[in-house]
């Protein structure tokens, strides 16, 4: 990423030092934005994304131990995981730098700095973030795949170490998860990159289409058969072969497909003579595990040939700031793609994201976002902005006022309220709670809110 690029916040008490660097930083970077008062950190990344915070470790004149810079370094962490975090100080303390940067902070300014050494730190840290996206994110030749949850780092673990082999995979997941980037993924970081990746939806073809459309045929095979035609597997011969749905697929139809994976060869209809193919096999499925183990639906000899390896891929609903993450991406993309101006987030609107439970997943996500950059007039999309599909099997969003008599739930969807009710404001929600700031964060930790 390079200099002109990054949007960078600078959150500090000391208005002469918000003055100073944005006058330094403003000529070079893409937008500063500046901030006394660090309670206001949350909705201000949940506006914007940001790839640096540059952060003071002292907001409190009397007590200068750096606890709460540290404080705000873990809750930019948790809400923003991909934007770096510089700490600042006024004490030469050898012992506070380190721990900062134990604790996950991408490096450190003494005050007073040289200007040289601000833009030297910045422009070393954007490197470093470009050369790492692609392991991070997990590009494809054809998209990124974005997410940095557990759920999704569990994920691109097993990416990494499956990817180079030629593992049969089944990947699993709810419709709409991106089980087909996952495939693409697996290919695009296998051996096999500069062979043919083919997709196939098998639960799409009919019982006439399936051995023509894998195994191809010979000229005069039927009626139709004017010419010979290669099936897929003999096109993805040496690459990689990616049959979707193949949960829908019938038991006759999976007797043929186990004959070939055993034999390593296909013989067009028509033919007698056998193909012997070379390809690596990743599958996909949203049907659940329990029904592909009824050998009355899948048999087990097939599901062991296909499942060397699984991958599982979350729902949206249970990858937490992907949300955030996958929002920026998507406003961004399809801003450019309808000409129109860069875009921030009020504050309720990735809140009213995060209540939703995305029945569709990201495909869903995906949908709703390029519908609010079409009809949004103004360069601020908020909450009235996102209208959700009735398409999906449940379009139903998380009540806040829930049925639920867990007292964890109660606590947690009146905390939400009125956070919302005050735009993200700390100090207001907490008084309206009847709590301290100190106690509401300490909750809003518990609840990963």
Request: aromatic share 6%; charged share 30%; glycine share 6%.
């Amino acid at each position: 990423m390079v200099l002109k690029n990054a949007s960078i916040l600078v959150v500090d008490d000391d208005v002469d030092v918000l003055n100073a660097l944005r006058l330094l930083l403003k000529p070079l970077v893409k937008d500063v934005v500046t901030e006394k008062n660090p309670n206001n950190i949350p909705s201000l990344i949940e506006r914007t994304y940001f790839d640096i915070v540059i952060l003071d470790m002292n907001f409190n004149g009397l007590v200068n131990t750096g606890n709460e810079g540290i404080f705000w370094l873990h809750k930019i962490q948790k809400q923003s995981s991909e934007t770096s975090i510089i700490l600042m100080t006024a004490y030469a303390d050898i012992d506070l730098a380190i721990r900062g940067l134990k604790e996950g902070a991408s490096d450190f300014l003494m005050k007073p700095w040289k200007n040289e050494k601000v833009i030297e730190t910045i422009t070393t840290i954007l490197s470093k973030k470009t050369k790492t996206s692609q392991k991070e994110n997990f590009n494809t030749n054809s998209v990124e795949i974005i997410g940095s949850s557990d759920a999704m780092n569990d994920v691109f673990v097993k990416l990494e170490k499956v990817a180079p082999t030629d593992a049969n995979i089944l990947i699993l997941g709810e419709n709409g998860t991106g089980k087909d980037l996952i495939a693409r993924a697996l290919h695009d970081n296998s051996n096999r990159k500069d062979k043919p990746f083919i997709k196939v939806d098998v639960g799409a073809l009919t019982s006439s289409l399936f051995e023509s459309e894998l195994f191809g045929y010979r000229k005069g095979a039927f009626t139709d058969a004017r010419e010979d035609r290669k099936g897929r597997f003999e096109a993805a011969n040496g690459g990689t072969l990616f049959l979707d749905e193949i949960g829908n697929i019938t038991l006759g139809q999976q007797v043929r497909l186990l004959t070939v994976l055993q034999n390593r060869q296909v013989t067009p209809l028509g033919s007698n003579e056998s193909i012997p193919i070379d390809i690596r096999l990743i599958c996909a499925t949203n049907e659940d595990p329990k029904v592909l183990a009824n050998e009355k639906r899948f048999r087990k000899d097939l599901i062991y040939r296909i499942n060397t390896v699984d991958i599982t891929i979350p729902p949206l609903r249970d990858r937490g700031t992907d949300i955030t993450e996958l929002s920026h991406y998507f406003v961004s993309l399809y801003a450019e793609k309808y000409n129109k101006n860069a875009f921030s987030f009020d504050s309720g609107f990735i809140s009213k994201l995060k209540k939703h439970d995305f029945p569709g997943n990201v495909r869903e996500l995906q949908y709703v976002l390029e519908r609010a950059v079409i009809m949004t007039d103004g360069n601020v999309l908020k909450p009235e902005d996102l209208v959700f599909s009735s398409i999906e099997r449940s379009t139903t969003t998380k009540s806040l006022e829930t049925t639920s008599l867990n007292l964890d739930d109660i606590e947690k969807n009146a905390i939400l309220t009125v956070l919302e009710k005050h735009k993200g404001n700390v100090s207001k929600s907490a008084k309206e709670l009847g709590i301290t700031r100190a106690a509401l964060y300490r909750r809003l930790d518990k609840y990963e809110l």
